[in-house]
Each structure stands twice: as C-alpha cells, then as structure tokens.
C-alpha cells in the first residue's frame, strides 16, 4: 500500500550551488578546556567543495552578468590557491561557462588534481616570484584575460562581491547559531573576504565583538594593520596555503579586523594534526593557523567568552601534505631518527621505539 504523500514537500535542490552554506558549528571539547571559556568551530568542509570559498564562486559569476561583464559561452578566469578555484569551477559548469584557474606550485597536488578533475584548464606558476612578476600567478590570469574575447577575470582579492558573499551567508550564519553569544571571531586572512564580510556583520549587531585576522609568517598584512606600511621585507615564502599575502588586497577591511595574529607553519601543522585526532573534525592546514592563534592568546578570554573559529576547509585537500609524515620531515616540522642517532643500530632500535609510541599514541 502506497502511503499518502499529499503532506509531504519535495526537498531536493535544484544544482549543487544551492548545497552551500548553513555549514555546523561544533563545540571544540579540548580548546575549550585549555582555553576556558567555549570554543566553536565552524566547519566551513561542509560545503560541496569542501571549502568557505564555496560561498563566492556564483555569486562572483553572477555580479559579472548583471554587469554585463560576461556573456553566454565565455570564459571565468581566476587565480587561486584551489578552494575559490574550485567553486567557481562548480559554479561555471552549472552557468554553462569555460574556466581557466592560475594556480601556483605551492598548492597541495589534491587540490590542483580536484580543479582539473572539475573540467577547469589550470595553469600552475612559479610561487617564488613577486607578485607583479610576468610569471606570477596574478599577472598570468590579467593577461589570459586581456587575450581570450568575452571572458572575466573574477580577481577575488579586490572584487568586492568576495566580501559582500561573506557579509550576506557567513556573517548571519556565526551570529544566529551562537544564539547572539558570539564574542570573539577568528580567520584566517587570504583575500580578506571571509574574515571582513563576516567580520562586518557581527560588528554592526554588537560592536563589542572582537574580530581577530589570522596572518602567516612571511606575509605583509600584519604590519600594515600595524603601521599602514606595506613593508616587503616581511616577504618570504612559506607553505601556509590561502594564508596571508605578499600584496594588500582591498578586501581586506582593516578597520573591522581588531587584531592580526601571525602563525608559523609548523605550529599551524602540529594544531590541526592534533586537532583532527582529538576531536575527529578533519580540518585543513589554515585551520590549524587558527589554532595556533587562539592558544596564543588563551590567557586573555574570560568564562562568559564564545569564541568562534572559522575552520576553512577539509583535512583531504593536505594528505601530501601536513597528514604525510614524509612531507613534515621534509620541512624539518618532525626530526628523522638519524638526526638523532651516532650510529645505524642506535638508529635502529630508536626507530622500533619510536614506532611503537606512534602506534600506542598517535603521531604527537
Ligand atoms: N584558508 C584557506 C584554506 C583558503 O583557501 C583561504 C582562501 N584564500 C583562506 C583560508 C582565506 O580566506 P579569504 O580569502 O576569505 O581571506
């Protein structure tokens, strides 16, 4: 027998850019533990790209229609370290439009392999080079679009619509499921646009919010936060993927960010290890940025506090990364037994003990 479906509404979704948002929020057992007060994360891996980047890729796509920047059949060109590339791939294949994605050779090898896997051409540049350099990934995407007829180039470092997508989903999003409680809010910075649109709104329903931008070694943002100089001897390069910046994008909205903390890449690798295994929320590399700057400034929240820290993406994207042992002894993040051993028998039996802790603990 058939049951009756009269009561019933349809609730599938038209395409998959209607997937995004309404991420969760999480409590973050341990860090509020250390922490002293109660710690949120907002799993931003929930979108269908597994990124908070997911938020910007139509609505960037759409403000160019409406300006007529772009037409039926044309091409969206961006530069990205993977996640906006990948919404806008998702976002191009639903609008009917070609995409070419800049990239640099710094990205982790998932995410590159995941745009191409999407349809979208990429084009991976040096990373070591400044950014008006003719092979830089920024200059590379300007002159693809100066030489391809009817295409757009998104430049989500100074393309406002980045900002006003975070200002719009995110920002409501921190605000209602804290029930209001929200203090403290913590991003990462990159383009500025998730950490200023959120940022923006939580200030407008209570001023007292504190904003805190989370920067990387090696970038400029912190001390032209600080000094309103762009100082490039700051500039160096460091493997923090979507984390600061060697430029100052104008989405970075200074004026709602109260504070820039800056994080190191081991730190930053360490936190997000250790959190994924404690609290089984498999978090990105930026994520653990994050991190890093809340227990750097743990001992400045009180009881009543509800921090809320933005997680950007998913712990798969870093396999080869911050998740391979391999890679981290590369960096000089975990010391090879032989560093430690005068001899290959000593380094032998240190290896045996070593592994046996791995295997009762977890890698550290
Ligand atoms: N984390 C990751 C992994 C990112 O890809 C990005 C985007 N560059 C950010 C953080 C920073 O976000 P935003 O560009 O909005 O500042």
């Not at 509020?32 to 609505?59: H, M, Q, T, W, Y």
């Not at 007292?208 to 931008?213: M, Y």
């Not at 762009?230 to 104008?250: A, F, R, T």
Request: positive net charge.
């Amino acid at each position: 027998m058939t049951q009756d479906s009269s009561e019933l509404k349809p609730q599938w979704l038209d395409n998959i850019m209607q997937t995004v948002g309404n991420t969760p929020m999480v409590k973050l057992h341990g860090l509020s533990k250390l922490a002293g007060c109660l710690v949120l994360g907002k799993l931003e891996s929930f979108n269908p790209g597994l990124s908070a980047k997911d938020r910007i890729g139509l609505a960037v796509i759409e403000a160019a229609e409406k300006k007529g920047l772009i037409q039926p059949g044309g091409t969206i060109i961006e530069s990205t370290s993977g996640n906006t590339g990948y919404s806008i791939a998702m976002a191009c294949i639903v609008k009917g439009y070609k995409c070419i994605l800049t990239t640099t050779d710094k990205s982790a090898e998932e995410k590159i392999a995941q745009l191409k896997a999407l349809g979208a051409e990429v084009l991976v540049c040096p990373n070591h080079v400044p950014s008006d350099d003719p092979l830089s990934y920024y200059s590379q995407a300007e002159r693809l679009a100066r030489e391809i007829p009817n295409s757009f180039y998104v430049n989500q470092y100074y393309n406002h619509t980045n900002v006003e997508a975070h200002y719009q989903s995110t920002g409501p999003e921190l605000w209602s499921q804290t029930g209001g409680q929200i203090t403290y809010y913590m991003a990462t910075v990159g383009t500025g646009g998730t950490v200023s649109g959120a940022g923006r709104y939580l200030k407008e329903k209570n001023p007292d919010i504190k904003v805190i931008g989370v920067d990387a070694e090696g970038s400029v943002l912190t001390k032209f936060h600080q000094t309103g100089i762009l100082d490039k001897s700051e500039i160096h390069s460091y493997q923090l993927e979507g984390v600061g910046k060697n430029i100052i994008p104008s989405n970075v909205e200074f004026d709602t960010i109260d504070r820039f903390i800056k994080v190191d890449d081991r730190s930053s690798a360490f936190r997000a290890r250790q959190l994924t295994k404690s609290e089984g929320i498999f978090v990105g590399y930026s994520s653990g940025a994050v991190i890093e700057a809340l227990m750097r400034m743990r001992r400045e929240f009180k009881p009543h506090d509800v921090v809320v820290l933005l997680f950007s993406d998913h712990g798969s994207k870093y396999l080869s990364k911050i998740y391979n042992n391999g890679w981290m002894q590369k960096q000089g993040f975990i010391r090879k037994i032989a560093d430690y051993a005068p001899s290959y028998q000593i380094q032998r039996r240190l290896e045996h003990v070593f592994n046996k802790y791995i295997k009762n603990y977890g890698n550290i």
